[in-house]
């Protein structure tokens, strides 16, 4: 099943915004990281070192958005929590239902 016209043209748009809100998600758990009275300001620089190195391999982060794959990059978006099921409202119900059945699999 190929993505149509006006879903590859919808995910395009939508896809900076979606990474925008997951950096932002980020952004506030490496300030309480940073903000923490655990440990020594060391330890939480080196963790968040450790973090961001893990979390800029993360699709929420950067991803290849690609017309072959968008299906399963969009599944791959809600099963990592970048997004939500509801986030598809303004995608077709073919696209919707594909992206259902991966997630089922």
């Not at 080196?46 to 993360?58: P, V």
């Not at 299906?71 to 997004?83: E, N, Q, S, T």
Request: hydrophobic letters at 40%; charged letters at 40%; aromatic letters at 10%.
């Amino acid at each position: 099943m190929e993505i149509s016209k006006s879903d590859w043209k919808l995910y395009r748009e939508k896809i900076a915004d979606w990474q925008e809100n997951y950096m932002d998600r980020l952004n506030k758990e490496y300030i309480a990281l940073l903000s923490s009275d655990k440990g020594n300001p060391s330890d939480r620089f080196w963790k968040l070192e450790k973090r961001i190195k893990r979390d800029i391999k993360h699709p929420g982060v950067m991803i290849e958005v690609r017309k072959s794959s968008a299906f399963f990059d969009i599944a791959d978006l809600i099963r990592m929590k970048v997004i939500t099921f509801e986030d598809l409202a303004d995608f077709s119900d073919a696209l919707k239902e594909a992206v259902r059945m991966i997630l089922n699999r």
